[in-house]
């Protein structure tokens, strides 16, 4: 058993990176003290509920208040569970996720819900206080939990990720007889994504001036290769590379885009999110990409993944759709990695969930799969084969923000630049007074980008269906269900060759 607890924690450590790990010194607890980190666990998790700032990017286990879970991980196969290295990095990795989101969670405390709980905490001063005091209770339970008999079998039947789609709104909206037009709607859609990404970049039509960002903080001449990048760094129990906070980032550089945006108006500038008056709102300013990494499967196999996420003060202008118009907008582009480290896969959609869409390499494909009564699968361009050598280039149009072109492009010599920063920032974003707030709230919903198409969409069973959301929550299917996270979304996409 002691054996079992060292490789736990040395697996804990791997996944970590060049993160904070856990106090790995920190002795079994004795039951006391056990009762007691549970007794802390519980009070802070009251208040984070109570105050509504529950980190919902990944999602608690049901009677084990030291793990966290995602899609990826609930989804881990059999035959993986049956290796010992797996298991251990599957335990340790929701372990990691439970750290990470109390951090969040402690520092998105109001003021007044944070009083009221360290009012009955004993030796708790600051917020780190108390992070440091749940991160090394959350430790002391875990530890002890692995003393448990089968405690992987008791974890997975305790996960429950919750569906983005609400089957009695399906029922009492009369899915099956308003699904038929809302899918007639959405195949005329496709089809115009499919006509732009068949014209040549230059006969797009535009209306206003373009407008081209480019990542900074790494020259071309710097960017690193992926590929090498995989052969030189430590794998994980499922093959996956284990990257420091630093190759992260050059990784993220490396593969970011290029945005040819047809800019309009204000509207159309990519930039950084702030709270603003009590507001969630986009400085234009500061263009910045944020980007997290993520896990999917790609033929069956685990696969790193990185996403890129802009923002826009509004979805405005003659191209939207009166019905899509609001506050803030954005759209997300995702890179799979195959097991070399070689790109495989880029999708895109809107924040919302929306007009989500497949590039594949055009060598791995075999076909689609047609879902049954559902809309084929929208794959309107294959991944360029110069990519990514040559830096992808993606045209953006005015207002309704939609790629309309995938290419490659060379340096340009007039470019805006926009800084990469960590997705999680917008977990955890300071307003003007310096109290840190999520900018999504515990449904994964963006605060104040509400649109009218809930009213309209009732029936497909979406719950603030249109609104901005936070990673873990896109559902990406107005007909039928899927889910951006889930891991094996490509795998029931695309038979391979």
């Not at 009221?116 to 939990?145: K, M, P, W, Y």
């Not at 990542?215 to 090498?228: C, F, V």
């Not at 790109?343 to 594949?360: A, E, K, Q, R, S």
Request: hydrophobic content about 40%; glycine content about 8%; some cysteine.
């Amino acid at each position: 058993m002691k054996r079992v607890i060292f490789l736990l924690i040395a697996a804990l450590l791997m996944i970590t990176g060049c993160r904070t790990p856990p106090n790995t010194a920190v002795p079994l607890a004795p039951l006391s003290n056990i009762e007691k980190c549970r007794q802390l666990l519980s009070l802070v998790d009251r208040a984070v509920t109570k105050a509504a700032a529950t980190d919902t990017a990944v999602f608690r286990v049901e009677g084990y208040p030291y793990l966290r879970a995602s899609r990826f991980l609930a989804g881990i196969t059999p035959e993986e569970m049956n290796s010992d290295a797996v298991v251990q990095w599957w335990l340790a990795h929701m372990h990691q996720l439970d750290l990470e989101a109390r951090e969040k969670e402690i520092l998105n405390l109001g003021n007044h819900h944070y009083q009221q709980l360290v009012n009955q905490c004993e030796g708790v001063g600051d917020r780190r206080d108390l992070i440091a005091l749940t991160r090394e209770c959350s430790h002391h339970l875990f530890i002890h939990a692995l003393q448990t008999p089968g405690l992987a079998a008791h974890v997975q039947k305790a996960i429950a990720i919750p569906d983005e789609y609400r089957s009695w709104r399906r029922v009492v909206g009369l899915y099956p007889l308003l699904a038929l037009p809302v899918a007639y709607a959405s195949a005329n859609a496709f089809d115009g994504f499919r006509a732009w990404h068949a014209m040549p970049p230059e006969d797009i039509p535009t209306i206003g001036a373009p407008v081209v960002y480019c990542p900074g903080g790494i020259t071309d001449n710097e960017r690193l290769d992926p590929s090498a990048l995989y052969r030189k760094v430590p794998k994980d129990a499922l093959g996956l590379p284990r990257l420091t906070s630093r190759e992260e980032y050059r990784l993220a550089n490396a593969l970011a885009p290029v945005i040819d945006q047809d800019t309009v108006a204000g509207y159309d500038r990519i930039g950084s999110v702030q709270w603003h008056n009590g507001n969630v709102t986009v400085a234009p300013q500061r263009a910045t990409g944020y980007f997290y990494f993520s896990y999917g499967r790609f033929d069956h196999q685990p696969s790193l993944q990185i996403n890129y996420v802009f923002w826009y003060s509004h979805r405005a202008g003659d191209n939207a759709p009166w019905i899509e118009r609001g506050r803030l907008d954005g759209f997300t582009i995702r890179i799979s990695l195959d097991p070399t480290g070689q790109p495989v896969m880029l999708d895109i959609m809107n924040n919302c969930g929306c007009y989500h869409f497949f590039i594949p390499d055009y060598a791995r494909i075999g076909s689609l799969k047609t879902p049954f009564m559902g809309l084929d699968p929208l794959v309107p361009a294959w991944l360029p084969e110069q990519f990514p050598d040559h830096r992808l280039s993606l045209t953006v149009n005015s207002g309704w923000h939609q790629v309309q072109h995938i290419g490659v492009t060379e340096p340009h010599a007039t470019v805006t630049f926009y800084a990469l920063r960590p997705y999680r920032e917008l977990e955890m974003l300071p307003d003007e007074s310096g109290q840190h707030r999520s900018i999504f709230d515990p449904e994964g919903i963006v605060w104040g980008s509400g649109r009218i198409e809930p009213i309209l969409f009732f029936s497909m069973g979406i719950p603030d269906v249109g609104s901005m959301r936070q990673r873990g929550h896109h559902a990406i299917k107005l007909v039928g269900r899927a889910h951006f996270d889930h891991p094996g979304l490509f795998d029931e996409t695309f038979t391979y060759r």
